[in-house]
C-alpha cells in the first residue's frame, strides 16, 4: 500500500508539473497574461497539490476501484484547471463541462460513495452553492466570481453531495480568507487586485475529498 500511495504520489507531482508547464501554453494567452512564463511558485503549488492528492487516493477509495477512476480522473481536472487558473486567472470549459454529466450518472447509479442514495441534496448542492456565491458577485461586475468557478461547483456538489459539497466550499473560501489577508498585510495585493477563487475551491474540495471524515 505504502508504495502504491509513493508511486501515485510520484505521478502526481509530475502531473503537477507538466499541468504548470502546459497552463503556460493553454488555453491561449493574452496580452495581461503572456505565454512562456518561467517555473516559479505556482509551479510549486501544482507539484505539492499534485501529489499530495494523489498520494491520498489510494487510502481514501483503496476498496472502491471505480471511485479511484473517477475521483482520479477528476483530480487530473483539478490539478490542471488549478495551473490554468494560477496562470491565467481561467478554468476552462474543458476541464469544468465535461465532469456536470458523468458526475450526475455517477450520482443517479448510487455507486458514488459520498452521495450513496441522497441524490437530491447532491443536486441541490450542484444548484445552490454556486448560484449562492456568483449572484452576490454581479454588482463588482464580470470577473468578480468567474462563471468558470460556477461550472466547476456544479459538478463538485454533483461529486460530493450536499455536506461534503458544503463542507469543501466553507474550506476553500476560509483558506482564501486567510491568503488574501496575509497578502494584504504584507501589501502584495490592493484591494482592487484581481484574486482568482478556483484555486481555494480546489483546494477546499481536495480537503473535502482526503481529509474530511
Avoid at 482564501?176 to 484591494?191: C, E
Wanted: hydrophobic fraction near 60%; aromatic fraction near 10%.
Amino acid at each position: 500500500m505504502d508504495a502504491l500511495a509513493l508511486a501515485l504520489a510520484a505521478a502526481g507531482a509530475v502531473l503537477g508539473f507538466a499541468a504548470d508547464r502546459f497552463a503556460t501554453r493553454w488555453p491561449e494567452h493574452d496580452e495581461e497574461h503572456p505565454p512562456g512564463r518561467p517555473v516559479d511558485w505556482r509551479t510549486v503549488v501544482c507539484i505539492t497539490v499534485g501529489a499530495i492528492s494523489f498520494g491520498l487516493l489510494w487510502r481514501r477509495f483503496g476498496g472502491d476501484a471505480l471511485a479511484v477512476v473517477a475521483f482520479g480522473a477528476w483530480f487530473v481536472t483539478l490539478v490542471v484547471g488549478l495551473a490554468t487558473d494560477l496562470d491565467q486567472r481561467v478554468l476552462p470549459d474543458e476541464l469544468t463541462l465535461p465532469v456536470i454529466p458523468i458526475a450526475l450518472v455517477y450520482a443517479i447509479s448510487g455507486l458514488n460513495p459520498f452521495v450513496g442514495s441522497a441524490l437530491v441534496p447532491a443536486i441541490l448542492a450542484a444548484v445552490l452553492i454556486p448560484a449562492v456565491l456568483y449572484l452576490p458577485s454581479i454588482p463588482f461586475g464580470a470577473g468578480a466570481f468567474g462563471m468558470g468557478d460556477v461550472k466547476y461547483l456544479v459538478g463538485m456538489g454533483l461529486l460530493l453531495g450536499g455536506e461534503r459539497a458544503l463542507g469543501g466550499t466553507l474550506a476553500g473560501l476560509l483558506i482564501a480568507g486567510v491568503v488574501l489577508v496575509a497578502l494584504l498585510a504584507a501589501r502584495r495585493i490592493g484591494r482592487k487586485t484581481y484574486i482568482p477563487f478556483g484555486p481555494f475551491l480546489i483546494i477546499g474540495a481536495l480537503y473535502a475529498v482526503l481529509i474530511r471524515a
